[in-house]
């Protein structure tokens, strides 16, 4: 009877991945400090390595690194999350050349099952993987691997500092990196719960895997008495455990400038309601209530105005039109004349799983509609996201989502959607 192959686990994260899109069709960039702002370009949300030497923090506000654009130091993007959007696309789908198991876990990392591939000779697999995808796509990433899923995020925190890969199999490799990383750095652990560790004397990754892990369920979670054995090179988590559906989505901005307008007011809701809904179908879930917030600024006379309301649907749903409906109606109820709201978000709140509850409804469930109705319903939302994913975002609308959109954050300083549309295609000029 042979050995079970020992689990290959890999993260693959993209290198400063907003500002490296900037850089990708900017050679005038090259060795340029470079940061990208959050809507309405409000803070900093992405930096350049040479941005980072420069002591610029994540969260700055945009005004306060004003000084380093005028002078020269820095480049300001606003947020392209369009570009982003694609260019982390092209990256996923490279991936698939070494393995069919890849789970995007955000917009610049991946989890790879690489386990076929087996041990022997993972390094100048590793560097195949990074300098392939580097080339194809002109996004620098790095790749960490290790036999669970828990030590792969440590090998990849390595691998940024150490050329771009990293391999953690050797126990005394591990235990060196444990007892270097704090427990609060360590992936599942978090804010809330580190304070709780190191009060108990738990400072370090290494002192977590030390813990017995059925002390650890008795007195945690079993997420946590996971953690510890995945810390020990024991593989606990599969990637369909990890990758389950969100329970709530949200979608929400704050506008660039303050509004008393309902109508403006509306399509922001109708717009976020619409990307919330998107989201939904795309990862096969359906809602089964939506919650509508609108508030004024903190810093405005007249104090601070939080309104927001929530409604159950009959039957959980992904039905745009449904879901944008009610959700102006809860605006209408809670919205007052003369207020200048500043932001507005919509969720969508107890997602299930949509095949679950088709198979148990019935007629009186459907909330009246027949089976050709709902028929209807779901190819007409299918159609929507279709001609979206095929020609960009925001091809097809619904009526009441409006057409200027005046409520819209500021971008003073959006890239072009280079990879998007012909009419954006950087420009070669010969010298």
């Known amino acids: 009877m042979g050995h079970q192959p020992i689990q290959l686990y890999g993260l693959l994260d993209c290198n400063s991945f907003f500002a490296s899109c900037e850089k990708l069709f900017r050679p005038d960039l090259k060795n340029k400090a470079v940061v990208v702002l959050s809507n309405n370009d409000g803070v900093v949300v992405a930096r350049s390595p040479e941005a980072k030497k420069l002591g610029i923090p994540m969260g700055e506000a945009h005004f306060k690194i004003k000084h380093f654009a005028e002078s020269g130091q820095v480049v300001i993007f606003s947020s392209n999350y369009r570009l982003y959007g694609d260019m982390s696309n092209r990256v996923m789908k490279t991936l698939h050349q070494w393995t069919p198991h890849v789970e995007v876990y955000s917009i610049d990392e991946a989890f790879l099952d690489l386990t076929e591939h087996g041990t022997t ?104 008495e996971r953690l510890v054995r995945e810390l020990n090179g024991e593989p606990c988590l599969d990637l369909a455990e990890v990758f389950t559906p969100r329970k709530n989505i949200q979608v929400s901005r704050s506008f660039s400038k303050a509004t008393d307008n309902y109508r403006s007011l509306a399509e922001a809701v109708s717009t976020f309601a619409a990307k919330a809904c998107e989201k939904v179908r795309s990862e096969g879930t359906v809602a089964t209530a939506v919650y509508v917030h609108i508030n004024t600024s903190w810093y405005k006379k007249g104090g601070y105005v939080s309104e927001g309301k929530m409604r159950g649907f009959n039957v959980p749903t992904s039905n745009s039109p449904e879901v944008i409906r009610t959700a102006l109606a809860l605006l209408r109820e809670i919205y007052r004349e003369g207020l200048l709201y500043k932001k507005a978000s919509v969720m969508l709140l107890n997602l299930q799983d949509a095949k679950t509850v088709q198979s148990q409804g019935t007629l009186f469930d459907m909330g009246g509609k027949n089976p050709e ?59």
């Open 373 to 431: 109705d709902q028929k209807r319903d779901e190819t007409l939302m299918d159609t929507v996201d279709r001609i979206n994913r095929s020609f960009g975002k925001g091809t097809m609308m619904f009526g009441s989502q409006g057409v200027e959109q005046k409520w819209r954050g500021a971008s003073e300083h959006c890239s072009p959607n280079y990879t998007l549309h012909f009419a954006e295609l950087p420009v070669v000029r010969a010298k």
């Open 121 to 224: 000779s993972v390094g100048s697999l590793m560097n195949e993987i990074v300098s392939t995808v580097t080339k194809w796509t002109g996004i620098p990433v790095s790749l960490g691997v290790a036999s669970t899923m828990t030590l792969a995020k440590v090998a990849n925190d390595l691998a940024k500092k150490s050329g771009g890969t990293c391999v953690l199999l050797d126990p005394s490799m591990r235990e060196q990196a444990l007892t270097k990383m704090e427990v609060g750095d360590v992936w599942g652990i978090g804010r809330r719960l580190a304070p709780r560790l190191v009060r108990l004397g738990v400072r370090t990754a290494k002192d977590l895997a030390s813990i017995d892990p059925l002390w650890m369920r008795k007195n945690f979670t079993v997420v946590q």
